[in-house]
């Protein structure tokens, strides 16, 4: 015995500086039937699959589930529960595995129920819808959680009924179904109220709580909910999570023109461990926002694309932003003018004329400018606002008056009886 375990420190300080020859020890030590340990052989899965993941070898580390699969009668439950949920973690941190990753989940899951492991399945289950919501998968992801809810509502396993209404609600929102997203996060919330919630799954709550209200235009709310997890992941450092919820606080105050706490949020303790170009991205935004600056914009959009363009929260809110600027800065631009040159527009906002035209025949057509595009003579012409129409409000106050007469009458003649 104190030989195996003799094999299985030099394996760990191979580990160290020459992982691949830490490889042949551990499958030695997994292998080996004349070891009555079990836990020295769980150790050793764990190791080897740490040094798997470390090189890259994520087939390897799908074989090695495989192969210990008979280990797995011979431990408790629970045990087997961790090891597999622990490799599949180890190669999700090996890059363009997602693929891999949804194939393993399933095999896993076909095995479990052979074996009617339903604890574990349920886990991998959950594992794997959210897998589907990371390739877009969002149809896929729901069918499986639909299933999986019933179950888990009846068996009561209240933490991970939390997991998966709070990936319904992600799964629905990519849908841009936001009533039943809201709806799924209000279910997560209150089955969290009535466990002990792990801090980082608190945080994962209130980040998409953060979103939901960020979609609503509520900035404020979303700010408070952006912080509340940004201080949970920092605590856990999760650095890529608590720099994601620190933009999204950035992008809060922007929207809501605050633009002189932008400084105070970035050079504030917590976040100037996580400056980068994610912050710049959204320091340089608020500069932009602040000149009202269209071309300025669309080249920090180009020069951020990875921090602005790849997330679809940022995307969203900042298209929106830039339109209304582009309308403020057109409007300004046009007052003076009755009729004016398209072109010559295009050149005072210092942006292409094919977009300037395209954005003032949406305007026209919102009733944000009274005007018509001549096309023929690439011009616009731009018309005296209308006077309002008075009929709706007066028709309005008639309709008013006649109710109070109505009521009036009825009084009376109630009296009369």
């Excluded at 740490?50 to 589930?65: C, F, H, N, P, Q």
């Excluded at 209304?324 to 409007?331: A, D, S, V, Y």
Aim: proline content about 3%; charged content about 25%.
């Amino acid at each position: 015995m104190a030989d195996f375990q003799a094999s299985y420190d030099h394996a760990v300080e191979l580990q160290k500086e020459r992982p691949k020859e830490a490889i042949p020890l551990l499958l030695g030590l997994i292998t080996n039937e004349q070891i009555g340990d079990e836990k020295l052989k769980e150790q050793a899965i764990y190791q080897l699959g740490e040094v798997y993941a470390t090189l890259g070898l994520a087939e390897e580390l799908r074989s090695l589930l495989r192969n210990i699969r008979p280990f797995f009668a011979q431990i408790a439950k629970a045990k087997t529960a961790k090891i597999v949920r622990t490799l599949i973690d180890l190669i999700s941190k090996i890059p363009n595995t997602t693929d891999l990753q949804i194939e393993l989940c399933k095999e896993s899951i076909e095995w479990t129920k052979h074996e009617k492991r339903t604890f574990l399945r349920q886990r991998i289950e959950t594992k794997l819808a959210a897998l589907y919501l990371q390739t877009q998968q969002y149809s896929a992801g729901l069918a499986l959680l639909n299933n999986l809810l019933r179950e888990v509502k009846r068996l009561d396993d209240k933490l991970l009924l939390v997991e998966i209404q709070l990936l319904e609600s992600q799964l629905h929102f990519a849908l841009r179904n936001l009533p039943k997203s809201k709806a799924a996060l209000t279910s997560a919330r209150t089955s969290a109220n009535s466990i002990y919630c792990p801090p980082a799954l608190q945080a994962s709550i209130d980040m998409q709580a953060g979103t939901l209200h960020a979609e609503e235009k509520d900035y404020k709310t979303a700010y408070s909910y952006f912080i509340e997890a940004f201080e949970g992941y920092n605590t856990l450092e999760h650095a890529e999570k608590a720099v994601q919820n620190l933009k999204y606080m950035l992008l809060c105050k922007i929207m809501l023109n605050s633009l002189e706490d932008i400084q105070a949020v970035v050079s504030g303790k917590l976040a100037l461990k996580y400056s980068g170009r994610s912050l710049d991205a959204m320091r340089e935004i608020a500069a932009a926002h602040k000149d009202r600056s269209l071309s300025q914009f669309e080249r920090l959009k180009t020069e951020y694309a990875d921090q602005l363009e790849s997330d679809v929260l940022v995307k969203g809110h900042l298209s929106e932003l830039y339109d209304t600027l582009l309308e403020q800065n057109l409007i300004r631009l046009i007052e003076p003018f009755s009729c004016v040159e398209i072109s010559h527009v295009a050149k005072l906002i210092d942006l292409p004329v094919h977009l300037v035209e395209k954005k003032l025949s949406q305007m026209i057509l919102d009733k944000k400018l009274f005007g018509i595009l001549d096309q023929g003579n690439n011009c616009l012409i731009v018309f005296e606002d209308p006077p309002p129409n008075k009929t709706y409000p007066a028709a309005l106050q008639t309709i008013t008056e006649i109710g109070r007469v109505v009521d009036s009458l009825y009084e009376k003649a109630r009296k009369i009886h």
